[in-house]
């Protein structure tokens, strides 16, 4: 067993991190990482992370382990975590320049590659139960939960993953989740350096720009969640040649996800389990159906059908977890994950508590009950979260501009209804059905177009030769969705507005009627134009085949 880690980089000065502000080398690194160690040497607490450029939070991380320091990472950047992290940490490693001249605030950039490259050893020797990372997640008192991983516990997954996925020198790693999230921090950040591989310093935030970035940058590894995946396949013109490895994690990767990302992306995608708390548990291929191989050296089995883990990357002193995750153990040493058996859920691939949310509503003034509802809704978002309170004084708007200030913006419900009292029964319980019928007729939250649709029609005949049905699905093909709007949607509204801009991304598109081979069919298109923003809607006389809302750059 090891006794301590040592990260090097590799020889010959390769590349560590590309794009954003410029290509950085290893030795670049590790000079910038040595700056950032005497900057701290006069602070003994830890320091909150906040660079959100790659090569500079890469920086300011290993050199506060040169120094001995762990680091905390925000689980959310709202302003009302940050302020909390801020009061516990001190001080804050920072790209920001809203925080410049705040107390115990170091900007990471004036280290940016600038110091001296020639000097010392690329290395850092890390004892294996040096505290590495503070990390966050939400717990169901409401409270951000603290995690302490330590060498074990990071770079030993790290070392584990780039073994599992073959990630060597020479492969790019495209990132779109943040450093911040233990799933970006791994992949986007700890992999590639364990590995000798490089990053990208900047973390896409529209569809277009992760397609975009892809390709400029010829990466050879991309990392994202199951909504990006969605909407990359459905805007992506060419597949994405350079891409030999896709990884995804933070929610269920839907067979259809999957599916299109393998037709139009020409991506494989393997779906990785884990947690905060756990660490990496498993992983799956498209192949695999909906079971999961544990990593090398994890131990999986059910107790009371619920997940009990035995890993190296838990907690000591046992390594063990109980977890609340449903599974069954199939055979080959593969387990099926069920579901969780508590309040837990994910919405756009954001872990919360119903109970959590719930919490922070009943804390605004005026509020005197309140239920959360996690509801299916399809398309990119799949599911989202709804809120009814009790209150005589606060308002939709005042709840939502509160909630803003503790939860991610994923995570604020898209609709809120304020009522002076909630319809419990005797017990104090508001069954789910009866919860649902107060949101009847009231609409998510998004910003409305007044434009009238303005309609075309053209006639469509979808063969049974064409390639978009192989595959999708055996016995009962019909048009996957990324065709509907690559093909059927997107070129019309192009014609119709040319001086839109490139796809940025999408809101609630939902695909409600299966487009099968060999159907004549007139075909109508209503579309409006509000700004960048176009609402459409697909159908054929009473039948309705797909609707949503397009956001566009600006054009020329």
């Given at each position: 067993?090891?006794?301590?880690?040592?990260?090097?980089?590799?020889?010959?000065?390769?590349?560590?991190?590309?794009?954003?502000?410029?290509?950085?080398?290893?030795?670049?690194?590790?000079?910038?990482?040595?700056?950032?160690?005497?900057?701290?040497?006069?602070?003994?607490?830890?320091?909150?992370?906040?660079?959100?450029?790659?090569?500079?939070?890469?920086?300011?991380?290993?050199?506060?382990?040169?120094?001995?320091?762990?680091?905390?990472?925000?689980?959310?950047?709202?302003?009302?975590?940050?302020?909390?992290?801020?009061?516990?940490?001190?001080?804050?490693?920072?790209?920001?320049?809203?925080?410049?001249?705040?107390?115990?605030?170091?900007?990471?950039?004036?280290?940016?590659?600038?110091?001296?490259?020639?000097?010392?050893?690329?290395?850092?020797?890390?004892?294996?139960?040096?505290?590495?990372?503070?990390?966050?997640?939400?717990?169901?008192?409401?409270?951000?939960?603290?995690?302490?991983?330590?060498?074990?516990?990071?770079?030993?997954?790290?070392?584990?993953?780039?073994?599992?996925?073959?990630?060597?020198?020479?492969?790019?790693?495209?990132?779109?989740?943040?450093?911040?999230?233990?799933?970006?921090?791994?992949?986007?950040?700890?992999?590639?350096?364990?590995?000798?591989?490089?990053?990208?310093?900047?973390?896409?935030?529209?569809?277009?720009?992760?397609?975009?970035?892809?390709?400029?940058?010829q990466g050879s590894v991309l990392v994202s969640v199951p909504p990006q995946?969605?909407?990359?396949?459905?805007?992506?013109?060419?597949?994405?040649?350079?891409?030999?490895?896709?990884?995804?994690?933070?929610?269920?990767?839907?067979?259809?996800?999957?599916?299109?990302?393998?037709?139009?992306?020409?991506?494989?995608?393997?779906?990785?389990?884990?947690?905060?708390?756990?660490?990496?548990?498993?992983?799956?291929?498209?192949?695999?159906?909906?079971?999961?191989?544990?990593?090398?050296?994890?131990?999986?089995?059910?107790?009371?059908?619920?997940?009990?883990?035995?890993?190296?990357?838990?907690?000591?002193?046992?390594?063990?977890?109980?977890?609340?995750?449903?599974?069954?153990?199939?055979?080959?040493?593969?387990?099926?994950?069920?579901?969780?058996?508590?309040?837990?859920?994910?919405?756009?691939?954001?872990?919360?508590?119903?109970?959590?949310?719930?919490?922070?509503?009943?804390?605004?003034?005026?509020?005197?009950?309140?239920?959360?509802?996690?509801?299916?809704?399809?398309?990119?978002?799949?599911?989202?979260?709804?809120?009814?309170?009790?209150?005589?004084t606060a308002t939709p708007k005042s709840i939502r501009a509160n909630l803003?200030?503790?939860?991610?913006?994923?995570?604020?419900?898209?609709?809120?209804?304020?009522?002076?009292?909630?319809?419990?029964?005797?017990?104090?319980?508001?069954?789910?059905?009866?919860?649902?019928?107060?949101?009847?007729?009231?609409?998510?939250?998004?910003?409305?177009?007044?434009?009238?649709?303005?309609?075309?029609?053209?006639?469509?005949?979808?063969?049974?030769?064409?390639?978009?049905?192989?595959?999708?699905?055996?016995?009962?093909?019909?048009?996957?969705?990324?065709?509907?709007?690559?093909?059927?949607?997107?070129?019309?509204?192009?014609?119709?507005?040319?001086?839109?801009?490139?796809?940025?991304?999408?809101?609630?598109?939902?695909?409600?009627?299966?487009?099968?081979?060999?159907?004549?069919?007139?075909?109508?298109?209503?579309?409006?134009?509000?700004?960048?923003?176009?609402?459409?809607?697909?159908?054929?006389?009473?039948?309705?085949?797909?609707?949503?809302?397009?956001?566009?750059?600006?054009?020329?």
């Amino acid at each position: 067993m090891v006794s301590s880690y040592c990260l090097s980089g590799g020889a010959g000065d390769p590349l560590v991190a590309f794009g954003g502000d410029g290509p950085r080398s290893y030795a670049e690194l590790y000079a910038s990482a040595r700056e950032v160690a005497t900057g701290l040497d006069g602070s003994g607490s830890e320091p909150l992370l906040l660079c959100q450029d790659r090569f500079r939070f890469a920086a300011a991380m290993l050199g506060a382990w040169m120094c001995g320091r762990s680091v905390a990472l925000p689980h959310n950047r709202s302003e009302g975590a940050i302020a909390k992290l801020r009061e516990r940490s001190g001080t804050v490693l920072h790209d920001d320049d809203s925080l410049k001249g705040e107390p115990g605030a170091l900007d990471v950039r004036r280290w940016d590659g600038s110091a001296d490259s020639d000097s010392a050893p690329l290395a850092v020797e890390l004892p294996e139960s040096q505290a590495l990372v503070t990390v966050y997640s939400s717990g169901t008192s409401g409270d951000a939960t603290a995690w302490s991983k330590n060498a074990r516990q990071m770079i030993g997954e790290a070392q584990c993953l780039a073994e599992v996925f073959g990630i060597a020198a020479g492969d790019r790693v495209v990132c779109t989740v943040p450093s911040q999230h233990i799933y970006g921090l791994l992949f986007g950040v700890l992999v590639p350096l364990v590995a000798g591989a490089s990053f990208s310093r900047h973390t896409p935030s529209s569809v277009q720009s992760m397609l975009d970035q892809t390709e400029e940058h010829q990466g050879s590894v991309l990392v994202s969640v199951p909504p990006q995946w969605r909407a990359m396949s459905m805007v992506a013109t060419r597949p994405l040649a350079s891409v030999r490895l896709g990884v995804s994690s933070g929610a269920k990767l839907l067979a259809d996800v999957a599916a299109e990302a393998r037709a139009q992306l020409g991506v494989d995608i393997t779906e990785v389990l884990g947690s905060t708390e756990t660490g990496g548990i498993g992983t799956k291929t498209a192949d695999d159906g909906d079971s999961y191989l544990p990593l090398p050296g994890i131990s999986v089995r059910a107790e009371d059908g619920c997940l009990r883990l035995i890993s190296p990357f838990v907690e000591e002193p046992r390594q063990e977890f109980q977890s609340a995750d449903r599974i069954e153990i199939l055979a080959g040493g593969r387990f099926r994950h069920l579901g969780r058996d508590d309040g837990l859920t994910k919405v756009g691939a954001k872990r919360v508590t119903l109970q959590e949310v719930e919490k922070h509503a009943l804390e605004i003034d005026g509020v005197t009950d309140a239920v959360v509802l996690r509801v299916e809704v399809g398309g990119l978002r799949e599911s989202e979260l709804w809120l009814a309170v009790q209150s005589r004084t606060a308002t939709p708007k005042s709840i939502r501009a509160n909630l803003q200030q503790c939860l991610d913006g994923v995570l604020v419900p898209r609709k809120i209804r304020v009522l002076p009292r909630l319809p419990r029964g005797p017990a104090g319980k508001l069954p789910r059905s009866i919860a649902l019928e107060l949101f009847e007729g009231q609409k998510s939250v998004a910003p409305v177009s007044t434009a009238p649709l303005a309609t075309e029609s053209f006639p469509i005949r979808v063969p049974a030769s064409s390639p978009r049905f192989v595959g999708h699905f055996p016995g009962d093909a019909i048009l996957p969705a990324v065709a509907q709007l690559h093909d059927l949607v997107l070129p019309k509204v192009r014609d119709s507005f040319p001086q839109l801009g490139s796809l940025q991304r999408m809101n609630r598109v939902r695909f409600t009627s299966p487009v099968r081979p060999d159907t004549d069919m007139e075909l109508t298109l209503k579309h409006a134009k509000n700004s960048q923003r176009v609402d459409f809607e697909l159908r054929a006389a009473e039948i309705q085949y797909a609707k949503g809302t397009l956001y566009f750059a600006g054009g020329q």
